[in-house]
């Protein structure tokens, strides 16, 4: 099975603009989440989907959306950026249902640069 | 409150010798499992370990074992013989509730390991 596919792996962007980012999950694998890290951070929870419905929502700003479709693919938005969104967003899939100890499976990021 | 926290941010280890990373967590719900990820300097999470809050047994895969502690809320993970390539960022994480309930994660801070020749 293909892991989790995101894109595009490096962004820069400049303070103002928005941006979308890109999450394939492992095939059969219902929710993604979205994570992002930064170094004094950690690991933050943006939100969860699952069969294109919100499930869980993280303390982000409104700046912050997503969406699933119905083959399970997500995208990230983040409009009006701030220096302080430069991160590594992660996304992450899991079955999403009925496995309880399911880990999450993580693509291997984007990481934004804004300027 | 913080729901995972590591107060190890940064550990070091002679090769072949086995290291402990310190977790605990908190939580008021009786469900939860307990995650291990690692992250090497290439970015990927790689899911190590699961415990379970209901699981008698401490977990165990391969070199990587999970010292559950229920009543002190704490979920060290124990590498045995240490290899090189285990030097990288060690991620404790937690989940409450089960999965149809939600996949919202919380995770720790991490800890650096470097594995010394």
């Known amino acids: 099975k293909a892991g989790v596919t995101q894109t595009p792996r490096y962004l820069i962007k400049t303070r103002g603009q928005q941006v979308t980012l890109s999450c394939s999950p492992i095939s059969g694998h219902r929710s993604v989440s979205w994570y992002q890290q930064t170094p004094g951070q950690g690991l933050q929870f943006l939100f969860e989907?699952?069969?294109?419905?919100?499930?869980n929502k993280g303390n982000f700003p409104g700046r912050f959306s997503g969406r699933q479709f119905s083959n399970s693919r997500s995208e990230m938005n983040v409009s009006t950026l701030e220096l302080g969104d430069s991160a590594l967003y992660l996304c992450?899939?899991?079955?999403?249902?009925?496995?309880?100890?399911?880990?999450?499976?993580f693509g291997n990021g984007t990481r934004l640069t804004v300027t | 409150a913080q729901k995972i926290t590591q107060t190890q941010p940064g550990m070091f280890v002679q090769e072949k010798e086995a290291v402990t990373l310190d977790c605990t967590y908190d939580?008021?719900?009786?469900?939860?499992?307990l995650f291990w990820y690692k992250q090497p300097s290439s970015g990927e999470m790689i899911f190590l370990i699961y415990?379970?809050?209901?699981?008698?047994q401490n977990a165990t895969e391969g070199r990587y074992s999970l010292n559950f502690q229920k009543a002190r809320k704490s979920a060290n993970l124990v590498i045995s013989a240490s290899q090189l390539g285990d030097s990288a960022m060690y991620f404790c994480?937690?989940?409450?509730?089960?999965?149809?309930?939600?996949?919202?994660?919380?995770f720790g801070t991490g800890t650096s390991l470097t594995v010394i020749p």
């Open positions: 415990q379970g809050s209901y699981d008698q």
């Open positions: 992450a899939s899991s079955p999403g249902q009925g496995r309880w100890n399911s880990p999450l499976h």
């Open positions: 989907y699952f069969s294109e419905t919100q499930r």
């Open positions: 939580t008021s719900d009786p469900s939860y499992g």
């Open positions: 994480a937690m989940r409450e509730g089960d999965s149809n309930t939600g996949n919202q994660f919380y």
